[in-house]
């Protein structure tokens, strides 16, 4: 299979960006990772390009799949025939959502892995 061409819209540190990334990953697939979070331009672009403001969006051989877990880019990329179905596990779930933490230090423009003395 040739390489289709990947674009992300994802965020620094969030459990559906995560799965997207683990996606990539479990099909080693090159991708353009464009962090919403710490490049404001990113998040522009997404919204012009997706029609909406929901993270993750991940454009795959310029279609846009706007507001997507992980698993719904594996079972897109599966039904089209980009990639193969293997037996490979991922480290995260491909379908969580972002904890509170990593809500709170995004709100506040810190990385999640960040701690802070309160």
């Known amino acids: ?70 698993e719904e880019v594996e079972a897109y990329m599966l039904e089209k025939g980009i990639v193969s179905s293997t037996d490979v596990k991922t480290d995260v779930p491909l379908n969580a959502a972002c904890s509170d933490a990593e809500h709170a230090a995004m709100a506040q423009g810190m990385s999640p892995g960040i701690k802070m003395n309160l």
């Open 1 to 70: 299979m040739s390489q289709p061409e990947i674009t992300t819209y994802l965020k620094t540190s969030c459990g559906w960006s995560k799965g997207v990334r683990a996606v990539m990953a479990k099909y080693s697939l090159a991708f353009t990772d464009k962090d919403i979070i710490q490049n404001p331009a990113f998040r522009f672009e997404m919204e012009q390009r997706s029609g909406q403001s929901l993270s993750p969006c991940v454009e795959i051989n310029g279609v846009m799949l706007p507001d997507i877990s992980g």
